[in-house]
């Protein structure tokens, strides 16, 4: 009995490392690479800690965390963070443990912690990575005054409405890969939520990567879906002054 409880231990600890393996191989094949640009941006404000700083010239108006989304490289939402710094904000992107926020849900605390005297703060995400946002929200809505989800929304079970956190939900027309779900899913976002509907844009356009597998056909640029994004994520920003 003992032989055979010992070689049963073995055989599932072997099971476990094989799907772990396979599991961290699926990531690295599925994953979405930033285009070179982005790339290089990337490596110039690459921090110590390995976050992407987009930092403005002078006293930032407001901090920004941002969580990118599933197995999409972080640096390449550094263009679209560029344009927040270049409108004065401290703007962070927290790379995440296989590129899948669901493992660190928590890592805005180092963020915020690094940069005491910003006095405002907002967190944010693409896809997975804004619902993972929501998350942190739901279990520390003191923390952030403001929430931005680019073509992202919480869960079925996790509910925002009764929170304060003022918030912005953006979302092209043309999403393949979310769908059409953006206003049922504004029901359990804080209720003066905004809705900002970019007529033409998709789902991987708000990073420099893509395509994405089920994505629509975008039919605006990406850099005109990103000036759009920008633009409202700022106003959000600004009004927390």
């Not at 344009?83 to 926020?101: C, F, K, Q």
């Not at 769908?179 to 359990?188: H, I, L, P, T």
């Not at 976002?189 to 007529?199: C, G, M, N």
């Not at 990073?207 to 994505?215: A, E, F, H, R, T």
Request: with cysteine.
């Amino acid at each position: 009995m003992r032989r055979f409880l010992e070689i049963l231990a073995i055989a599932l600890s072997s099971a476990i490392l094989l799907a772990a393996l396979g599991f961290y191989g699926w990531t690295r094949v599925s994953r979405y690479p930033a285009f070179d640009a982005a790339a290089s941006l990337g490596e110039e404000v690459q921090s110590a800690e390995g976050w992407y700083v987009l930092e403005p010239e002078g006293e930032p108006v407001a901090g920004f965390v941002f969580y990118p989304g599933g197995l999409v490289d972080p640096a390449a939402y550094t263009p679209l963070m560029e344009r927040l710094s270049d409108g004065g904000v401290l703007a962070v992107i927290v790379p995440m443990p296989l590129e899948l926020a669901v493992f660190d849900i928590d890592r805005a605390d180092e963020v915020i912690a690094a940069y005491p005297e910003v006095e405002h703060w907002t967190i944010g995400g693409h896809s997975l990575g804004g619902a993972m946002a929501c998350e942190y929200v739901a279990a520390h809505p003191e923390v952030f005054d403001g929430l931005v989800l680019l073509a992202s929304y919480p869960a079925d079970s996790t509910d925002l409405s009764s929170t304060d956190v003022q918030t912005v939900l953006i979302y092209g027309t043309e999403d393949g890969v979310s769908g059409d779900v953006f206003q049922d899913a504004a029901a359990r976002l804080p209720t003066d939520t905004v809705l900002v509907e970019i007529s033409g844009g998709n789902h991987a356009q708000f990073g420099d990567y893509g395509p994405q597998k089920g994505d629509g056909t975008p039919s605006v640029s990406r850099d005109q879906q990103q000036r759009l994004t920008a633009e409202s994520i700022l106003a959000l920003l600004g009004s927390l002054e």
